[in-house]
């Protein structure tokens, strides 16, 4: 039986690439979406709310706005819906609302869906752990023009990611402009620069005496975040509650 998909954000830059995909596949199929405009040729009906989709769905992806974070969770709490949640920019009350009503329904949730950046974040809390204190660490995102949140919800994991593995708190310096004065040893700069098309690029620098190691990547269509979009959907639509990331994915395959 093919896993079906309401999805969240269609008439957006990635909810085509996810519907494209999902024409490929046959595993799983779009039964709706939901978006504040339509062209009226996605192949299936959209709806400018969650509420009024009548339907039924084994499970939900979202790449809109974190505006529309509540009425998704308060829906897939209502109607026992996994959610993919893809959408980046929440607020910390958000991030913790998400985690709360993982209680009652499977969440998938990662601010990048590549598995490069994945492993990008394993060997950067790696390098943090091998080169220890004697590296500056500093994260360098880029982005296209239209990106509305910064830094990247990428930039973040890899910080989170960092932080976790370094033996002291670590505090998080965001651009440079508005402190005149030496870096601390424990800070993680987080840099960003938007402009064109560029669709996600990653740098983390640990800048140590006489050396700097620079771990990278670079994403060069948002078909690689679709992909893992998907791949999450068709896993989560048979997990128990409970909030999953990419390692949860990786582990199964
Ligand atoms: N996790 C990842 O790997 C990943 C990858 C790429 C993008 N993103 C994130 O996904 C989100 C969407 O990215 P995009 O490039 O497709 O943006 P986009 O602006 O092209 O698309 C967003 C869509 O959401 C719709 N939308 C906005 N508010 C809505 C509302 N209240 N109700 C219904 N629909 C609404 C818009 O009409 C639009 O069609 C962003 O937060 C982006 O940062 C995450």
Do not use: W
Not at 42 to 64: K, M, R
Not at 115 to 133: D, F, M, R, T, Y
Not at 190 to 215: K, N, Q, Y
């Amino acid at each position: 039986m093919k896993t079906r998909i309401l999805l969240s954000g269609c008439s957006g830059k990635m909810g085509h690439a996810v519907s494209a995909l999902v024409a490929e596949r046959d595993d799983c199929e779009i039964c709706a979406g939901i978006d504040l405009s339509s062209t009226g040729h996605e192949g299936y009906p959209v709806y400018s709310s969650v509420f009024e989709f009548p339907g039924e769905a084994d499970v939900l992806i979202d790449f809109s706005h974190p505006s529309v974070l509540s009425s998704l969770l308060e829906y897939g709490k209502q109607h026992h819906l996994p959610l993919v949640l893809c959408t980046t920019g929440y607020s910390k009350e958000q991030t913790e609302a998400v985690r709360a009503a993982s209680a009652e329904i499977p969440i998938f949730s990662s601010g990048n869906m590549s598995l490069g950046i994945n492993l990008l974040i394993e060997l950067s809390k790696k390098a943090a752990q091998v080169l220890g204190e004697g590296f500056d660490i500093e994260i360098v995102e880029m982005h296209h023009n239209q990106k509305i949140d910064a830094p990247s919800g990428t930039a973040l994991m890899l910080a989170d990611a960092i932080s976790e593995v370094e033996p002291h708190p670590m505090t998080y310096q965001y651009d440079r402009h508005s402190r005149r004065a030496k870096r601390e040893h424990n800070e993680i700069g987080i840099h960003s620069v938007r402009g064109g098309t560029i669709v996600g690029e990653h740098e983390v620098i640990f800048a140590g005496h006489h050396e700097v190691i620079r771990l990278s990547h670079s994403a060069y269509s948002k078909e690689v975040f679709a992909a893992g979009a998907v791949n999450a959907a068709v896993f989560l639509s048979t997990q128990k509650p409970g909030m999953y990331q990419m390692s949860d994915l990786l582990s199964q395959t």
